[in-house]
DNA sequence: TACCTTTGCTTAATCGTTTAAACAAAGATA
DNA sequence: TATCTTTGTTTAAACGATTAAGCAAAGGTA
């Protein structure tokens, strides 16, 4: 903020030789200020570069208008598009959003949480990191009164609106496309399961094969990071068993990747010999060769849900409406590594 | 912000029957104020879960502690790395971020900085939309009299602090590193010559091949939007050439990539044949088949720096103190699509 | 004893905007 | 003419924290 240029609402009424009070009115458009006075109003306005202080009305209103955003990370298409659709539904509404990165870390989520909080946010959607389990830090903003939408990471015992995509029928629709090509052992290389998406996934995939009247083999159900480089572990693992999985679906496309590069590496031909689907609709699953089949997450309708959800809370504050939650279905994307 | 537990330091005063004035001072240390009250102080604050009215303060302060932050996507290894680190020094420091992006849109950058100025941010820190010639908004931020930093994506014309990487030799480490491979034509798939960074890079590019004597030939200088697809097409098109490059050093990884498809789909033997270097050192860089040689910008001291320029300038306004600009050494990496 | 300093607090104004309440003037109603 | 409504404005009190100025009591100095 500056010295300089600080035209504020009384600037504007001296030069009338109106009060202030009638300004603020004016600019808000009451219907009981004059249209004449409406007008020279907005006109002095405009002239003198007036900037209303947002602090000031914030502080008067009890309202900031600020959302506060929390993400594993920014660095990844999906949290970057759900940003980005989010953004524009609250800025037509005239809400501002403050991003923050939890780095996957608890620690850091806290702080976040502590941050947007301290800076007033009206509400707050935040999607979890993966280290997350005590769930305190959010029960916090719950007691302050305030809105808390999660997306895509969420989880139940909170209670909170949610909004994110159908993560066990992905898991159908994978395990019933890799059936359809022929596949009879196919393994899952699949996130933490305390983490509830993951979980899903993880059941969606055991259901999926056992409604096929496919065995069930536990060895090809491995709990991974997601990263890249477990990715390769993970995959180097399952090519020394002596009865290989001829279809892997890794819950990541990340450690899809990694998975990729080792099969690769060993000239194993995908898709033949051994087919390959990821999940994220990472840009680069489309980039590599061969090409990554993927799921879409819906990342634009994501955004744009969890952001109305959020305007239908503060609109109603009081009313203690029954939860949201919105499921999407996902999306299965059929590349090369399993046509 | 809420109606319930809306701690004030009023009610931290009527517990302790003492004035708000001294809960105030108590709670900044004020050295007025006796240890005594300011452990009750404390005490009575925790008890209460006080939490500071951010808005309040910042009022009456006339400084907010939030710095806005413009980038063109969040959704790119190095800005998001940027970024990071920028947080880590700025939170530090008692400031919060707000980030938003531009998507290398004129018209959304100019909407950001409203956004910003509107909610009263203490400095701009940016990094230019691809778009963007006029720089009328930027001189908006100026006239505020707040800091205005700017990264990577900078203008000489707008006199601000700056931080960045040497362009100019980057081409130079790149050009040479190619000749000591033995190439002796090698092609410049540059960005637009109007964003000073991309110019900055074709100079470099024309100078080293001149400074090594070797010949220039405008045909192999070809101005690209950078993107994947563009990439594609700017490579296929020199594939006609009667004599080919025997080596591309693309402005940007993602047009990079796109070459190296193409490159591939024709069967050209990359690096024998044709050797490729990017330049932004983004991840996947590392992840493909050959991995490509690429530039890395260090995004940590980037965003180091900047923030650091950035609270040089808060805490001495006034001081009209010469302009930072700071310029680092970048760094080749070498890898399979060059060796 | 008389005066000066230091300590530890209070009072009151302030940041810029919003808004309930008051009020004057004009118009409508009976 | 007397009373009620409507219109268009002003007054003044908030929102919660900060801070300059003031002041009383305690301690120090000569």
Redesign the pocket.
């Known amino acids: 903020m500056s010295k300089k240029n600080?035209t504020?609402?009384?600037d504007i009424a001296n030069v009338l030789n109106?009060?202030?009070?009638?300004v603020?009115?004016a600019?808000?458009n009451?219907s009981?200020?004059?249209e004449?006075?409406k007008k020279a109003v907005k006109q002095v306005a405009k002239n003198l570069n007036y900037q209303?202080?947002h602090l000031?009305?914030a502080?008067?209103?009890?309202k900031s208008n600020l959302v506060g955003v929390i993400v594993p990370k920014t660095n990844s298409n999906f949290f970057s598009s759900v940003i980005e659709s989010m953004e524009t539904v609250l800025n037509k509404a005239g809400y501002n959003i403050i991003i923050t990165q939890s780095n996957e870390s608890f620690e850091k989520e806290c702080k976040n949480i502590d941050t947007l909080l301290f800076t007033q946010v009206d509400g707050i959607i935040a999607s979890m990191a993966n280290e997350t389990v005590d769930l305190s830090h959010y029960e916090k903003i719950k007691s302050k009164g305030i809105p808390l939408i999660l997306f895509d990471r969420g989880e139940n015992d909170l209670n909170v609106d949610y909004v994110g995509i159908n993560d066990y029928h992905s898991s159908h629709l994978i395990v019933e496309h890799l059936i359809a090509k022929g596949c009879k052992r196919i393994a899952h290389i699949g996130g933490y399961r305390r983490t509830r998406i993951f979980n899903n996934r993880i059941r969606g995939y055991i259901d999926a094969i056992k409604k096929n009247n496919l065995p069930i083999d536990d060895n090809l159900i491995i709990e991974s990071d997601l990263t890249l480089n477990d990715g390769r572990k993970k995959m180097a693992k399952m090519l020394n068993f002596e009865n290989r999985p001829d279809a892997v679906y890794v819950a990541g496309d990340y450690a899809a990747l990694g998975a990729l590069q080792v099969l690769n590496e060993n000239n194993i031909d995908v898709p033949n010999e051994i087919r390959l689907v990821g999940f994220g609709n990472e840009p680069f699953t489309s980039l590599i060769s061969p090409t990554i089949s993927s799921v879409n997450q819906h990342s634009n309708d994501i955004g744009r849900l969890t952001a109305e959800t959020f305007l239908e809370r503060v609109s109603n504050p009081e009313i203690k409406q029954t939860l949201n939650k919105i499921i999407l279905d996902a999306e299965l994307i059929v590349r090369d590594s399993s046509k």
């Not at 502080?59 to 009890?62: A, H, P, S, V």
């Open positions: 600080k504020t609402i009384k109106i009060s202030a009070a009638a603020s009115k600019l808000h009451d009981r200020i004059s004449k006075t209303p202080n000031a009305s502080l008067r209103r009890g």
